[in-house]
C-alpha cells in the first residue's frame, strides 16, 4: 500500500541554521510529492511539489526538495530558517486523479 | 491558481444536531473532491472521495450514514455531519481535482472548518 513517512515527530533549530525534513514514500511506481505547510489552526499551504523533471525543486519561502528514487526520499531543505518557519510539515503522495496519502508530520520550532 | 473556498471556517454545535460543511472550486470544475479529517497533533486522513452525479467512496471506518457526502455539481461538494458527538470535533479539510486534465496532478485544498461539538 502507499504510504509515506516522515521519521520525525519534532525538529528544532536555531534562527538562522539549516534546515532538513525527511520524508520517504513507499510507492512503486512514479510517485507525485508535495510538500505543504500548516499554521496552527490553519489549512495547508503548498511549498513545492515535484511530478517529473529536474530532481531538485525550488518552493516558496526559500524552500527546496530534492527527489531521490534510489532513496524513496523527498527531503525538505532550507538554509537559513526563520521564526516564522515554526509549524507543522507534511510531506504528501499521490497518483494523479487520487487522493494525496499524508505523512504523520513534522513539527518545526525555531529557537532564538 | 485554483481556488476552494471551504465554508463555514469554524462552526460551533450542540450534540446530536447536524451541521453541512460547504467546499466550493470557486475558477474551476471539480470532477473529484476528497474530504479528509485532522485531529489536533495528527496528520490529514482521507475520509471520502466524492465525485461529481456520483455516490461517495467512504474509507474504511468512516460511517457513511453519520457523514452524508453531495457532489450535485461541479463547483461544490458538502459534507453534513449527521447526530454531531463531541467525538466529532475535528477540523475538517476539502481538496478538489480540476477537471483538467493539465491540471489534475494537484490537489488544491480549502482552508478548513474547525467543528466543535458541545
Known amino acids: 500500500a502507499q504510504s509515506v513517512t516522515q521519521p520525525d515527530i519534532h525538529i528544532t533549530v536555531s534562527e538562522g541554521a539549516s534546515l532538513e525534513l525527511r520524508c520517504n514514500y513507499s510507492?512503486?511506481?512514479?510517485?507525485?510529492l508535495f510538500w505543504y505547510v500548516q499554521s496552527p489552526g490553519q489549512g495547508l499551504q503548498l511549498l513545492l511539489k515535484y511530478f517529473s523533471g529536474d530532481t531538485l525543486v525550488q518552493g516558496i519561502k526559500g524552500f527546496e526538495a530534492e527527489f531521490k528514487r534510489s532513496q524513496s526520499s523527498f527531503n525538505l531543505r532550507k538554509p537559513s530558517v526563520h521564526w516564522s518557519d515554526a509549524a507543522e510539515y507534511f510531506c504528501?503522495?499521490?497518483?494523479?486523479?487520487?487522493?494525496?496519502?499524508f505523512g504523520k508530520g513534522t513539527t518545526l520550532s525555531v529557537s532564538s | 491558481g485554483a481556488v476552494v473556498s471551504q465554508h463555514p471556517s469554524w462552526v460551533i454545535c450542540k450534540s446530536g444536531t447536524s451541521v453541512k460543511i460547504e467546499c466550493r472550486s470557486l475558477d474551476f470544475q471539480a470532477t473529484t473532491m476528497f474530504w479528509y479529517r485532522q485531529f489536533p497533533k495528527q496528520s490529514l486522513m482521507l475520509m471520502a472521495t466524492s465525485n461529481e452525479g456520483s455516490k461517495a467512496t467512504y474509507e474504511q471506518g468512516v460511517e457513511k450514514d453519520k457523514f452524508l457526502i453531495n457532489h450535485a455539481s461541479l463547483t461544490l461538494s458538502t459534507l453534513t455531519v449527521t447526530s454531531a458527538h463531541p467525538e466529532d470535533s475535528s477540523f475538517y479539510i476539502c481538496?478538489?481535482?480540476?477537471?483538467?486534465?493539465?491540471?489534475?496532478?494537484?490537489?488544491?485544498f480549502g482552508q478548513g472548518t474547525r467543528l466543535t461539538v458541545v
Open positions: 481538496s478538489a481535482a480540476p477537471r483538467d486534465r493539465a491540471l489534475n496532478t494537484e490537489a488544491f
Open positions: 510507492y512503486g511506481a512514479t510517485p507525485y
Open positions: 504528501a503522495d499521490n497518483q494523479a486523479g487520487t487522493a494525496l496519502i
